[in-house]
């Protein structure tokens, strides 16, 4: 009988020493970004700040920008297999996953970074995005606007005659953004951004497609001094999660890990709209010069824009529904 007692004891005990474990267990959260001291970075150090306080140490956060845990195309694998929790690149490389991604950045779509986050933010749109690469057990846990898209080349692009013969990176290989430069003559390179740099000071490449923010993290203009803009062109940045971590977590964490990223979205429509103004001036103080497109040029350009994306959108029903979605988001909100 005694020793029945004692092992039904020990049995409560280990019971109860499982549950605390349970309880304590924590979780570690790996994020990469590409990119350093920019939106992507303030958000992280913010969202880090906010799951680890509330989830009292049962969520470990570490930041790896800069390109810390690997290249682009690594890291989106990485978040795919399960061995990186969240990475946080322009969605171009998203496209092996899931194609859907690509109609975000399609050109034309957004007057300005406050609009198009507004579009963003739009309940059914984040609700069409939040399916995006479920087939593959990833999902954005959120999407913002990085910049506007400027092509940091050698030479100013001066008209669309000017394209011709360039050979330019571009962030991912999405026909919806390397398929009008190849209208216009131009070689786009899908190519990682921690190669451009000597890419560039080796002329393998012309030019590289990128946003003021990336032009200065990595000190572009000692070796390129021209930035083309692209009429109504924006670089979009998604964090992409593995959605098996995420249910890991269980309910209560993985709520604070959603609240805190959402929480901190608005960092989106006030840094980043402020530190693009910040951003460029140290462009030009670092000899740096912005090139525009005449009007009557930057109208052949969306032309050709605009006949690709009807070509492509029609062939895939889905993405097609997903863009007449985003159009008519964009109206709303104008």
């Known amino acids: ?191 990682p951004l921690g190669e451009v740099v000597p890419a560039l000071q080796n002329k393998a490449i012309d030019g590289a497609m990128a946003t003021y923010p990336v032009f200065v993290a990595f000190k572009y203009y000692d070796v390129i001094k021209y930035a083309n803009r692209l009429p109504a062109n924006y670089t979009v940045v998604s964090a992409l999660v593995n959605r098996r971590f995420m249910k890991s977590l269980g309910p209560e964490l993985e709520g604070i890990v959603r609240e805190e990223a959402r929480k901190h979205e608005s960092l989106f429509s006030t840094y980043a709209l402020t530190d693009h103004d910040r951003v460029r001036d140290l462009w030009q103080k670092n000899g740096g010069e912005t090139i525009n497109l005449s009007a009557g040029d930057a109208k052949k350009y969306q032309d050709v824009v605009e006949g690709v994306i009807s070509k492509v959108v029609a062939a895939n029903p889905k993405m097609k529904e997903d863009y007449e979605a985003l159009l008519a988001a964009a109206k709303k909100y104008r």
């Open 1 to 191: 009988m005694r020793h029945t007692k004692s092992l039904v004891a020990a049995l409560a005990a280990g019971a109860l020493l499982s549950g605390t474990a349970v309880s304590a267990q924590q979780f570690t959260m790996k994020l990469s970004s590409p990119t350093i001291n920019d939106s992507n970075h303030e958000w992280m150090k913010l969202f880090k700040a906010g799951v680890e306080e509330r989830s009292k140490g049962k969520i470990k956060v570490e930041m790896y920008p800069a390109n810390q845990l690997g290249q682009i195309p690594a890291t989106v694998d990485g978040v795919a297999l399960g061995t990186i929790e969240m990475t946080i690149p322009a969605i171009g490389f998203f496209i092996g996953i899931e194609p859907r991604f690509q109609t975000l950045e399609t050109a034309g779509l957004f007057d300005s970074m406050a609009h198009g986050q507004k579009v963003f933010n739009d309940p059914d749109i984040r609700a069409r995005m939040a399916t995006f690469g479920e087939a593959k057990g990833v999902e954005p846990l959120f999407t913002m606007l990085h910049g506007e898209l400027y092509i940091g080349a050698h030479k100013p692009i001066r008209s669309i005659d000017d394209f011709k013969g360039m050979k330019l990176r571009s962030a991912g290989a999405a026909p919806l953004h390397v398929e009008p430069f190849k209208q216009l003559g131009a070689s786009p390179i899908s190519m």
